[in-house]
């Protein structure tokens, strides 16, 4: 290659292992090419496999399957009332959006010609579902479940998920309402009988992310990729400034990997690095991250010093949680998802959000990305980092709370730690967690004065299909309001916690990267949030982080593998 020493030669490397990696691996393997992918931790997956897993693809074929109308028209009238209405955000550009409407459907299709086993969320409604173009049923692809021991060896090198029980995301959702309904229980048998069956017939269920990047794995592996763990990239090597390889630590010495089409970025964002949180995102920390170890940003300052053009690095993808003792991010191994309360719980019936001085300030439903925005924006003003989670027994008695069942004992210890707060009235609660009492206990009567008329006047709380799809839809009229007024009365702090940054380099409609003067940079490729993200500052709905992700890989490798409309 022009001159250049290698160790190796691949047609094409890869760096990281997440959402989009695999993808763009198989387009290169469908085209006969050789790939590697440089995993820099000790596990397979990246966030993506923690994660929910799940992917926002617009006119999807499992939608036209089910009957569940939809077009590449009305997906662009969303993107344009969502992502579309972004502000300096140079990762949303129109021909990007279109793109990716253009282009998500096709790489589900070509996933599941190389027998990736997806489906359609049976009802996951976009997060703005009441703009223009927005589907109710839902756009949201996800795979079946996976039993890991098909990869053999490789099993113990899949990152797990967060979640501990073999069920589809619409099972779980049904599994959080066992105490208001028959089907909930009956679910909850299901599921259960389920993981009894895997037990005896030697199965070893994963699900959500876990169960895509599983997948997405046994594929790799059976197409012939090359995949390493504990190999980080150091640098990228150079010559007539484009990249053609890449340099990794192999035995205490530098080894140098060629990448005849170029070399893709797929390695995080900068999530678990606070200083680069303060550069960008002052006010927010590592405490409060649920990706995993490798989302250090070091990539994205790497593509920075080529030239790379950076955009959105002031945003996240904020999941608001509450954090019992034990589960914070420690050594860098992510948030205890298992264990925190997050958006479902605040969209509940029974509870609202209230800044530190008291007072409600959000609907605390949709999306939650924007949750997170409006907290950051509340507390310029307003002491609101964290937040006040306010609840009363009627709330303890029907739902999960912080991986404990309804109406179960709390453990002391968060009483005793002060991480959940009881009282038994509204005015001696807020006395515990130093707010005016009389503020609070206004803010709960104007809340409940609108439960009893029926709407949230204020905030628009329920008003979207997707506030009641978070809510219980057993309780009615409203599945999301429900008055606060049965002691003890309950607070706990609201984090604006993230799974994710969501800016980095700027690329193309081919996921090549740019430079501040638009200009390419030869041969290096990038996607997911090692990227500033093509939906600008919206999350439109459940997957709009993963389904870029492998979108945008899957364009990279169509066109570093000049496989044009082949695929």
Partial sequence: MGGITFDEVFDFVVV???GGSMCAALVMRKQGKSVVILEKTDLIGGTTSRSGGVMWIPDN????????????????????????QSVDAPGSTLEKRQAYVAHAPRMIDFLVEQGIKLRRAPSWPDYYDDRPGGSVPGRTVLADLFDVNELGEWKHKLRPNFMSIP?????????????????????????????AAAKITGKSWTQAGGALQGRMLQASLNAGVDLRVNSAVKGFIMQDGAVKGVVIDRDGRDWRIGGRLGVLVNAGGFAQNQAMRDRYIPGTSVEWTATTPGDTGEMIETMEGLGAALAQMNERVGNQMTIPPGAANTNGQGVDLGRVSGQMNYSKPHSIVVDQSGVRYMNEGGSYMAFCQNMLKRNETVPA??????????SMRKYLFCGTMPGTKKPQEWYDSGFLVRADTVAELAAKIDVEPAVLTATVDRFNDAVRLGRDDEFKRGARAYDEWLG??????????????????????????????YGGVVTDVHARVLR??????????????????????????????VGPSFVFGYLAARHAANAGNSL
Avoid: C
């Fill in 16 to 18: 990281g292992s997440g």
């Fill in 516 to 545: 501040e003067d638009g200009a390419v940079i030869e041969g290096l490729y990038a996607t997911g949030v090692s990227t500033a993200s093509v939906m600008g500052r919206f999350y439109p709905g459940a997957g709009s982080s």
């Fill in 472 to 501: 219980d839809h057993y309780h009615q009229p409203s599945n999301t309001l429900g008055t606060i007024k049965e002691g003890p009365f309950y607070a706990a702090r609201v984090w604006p916690g993230d799974v994710g940054t």
């Fill in 385 to 394: 980092i964290p937040s006040w989670w306010i609840s009363d027994e009627q």
């Fill in 61 to 84: 074929r499992f939608m036209k399957q089910d009957g569940v109308a939809d077009s590449p028209e009305q997906a662009m009238l969303y993107m344009e009332a969502t992502a579309g």
């Fill in 167 to 195: 069920a589809y995301h619409s099972e779980a959702f049904e599994i959080s309402t066992f105490k208001s309904s028959l089907k909930g229980k009956l679910m909850m048998l299901k599921v259960g009988l389920r993981a």
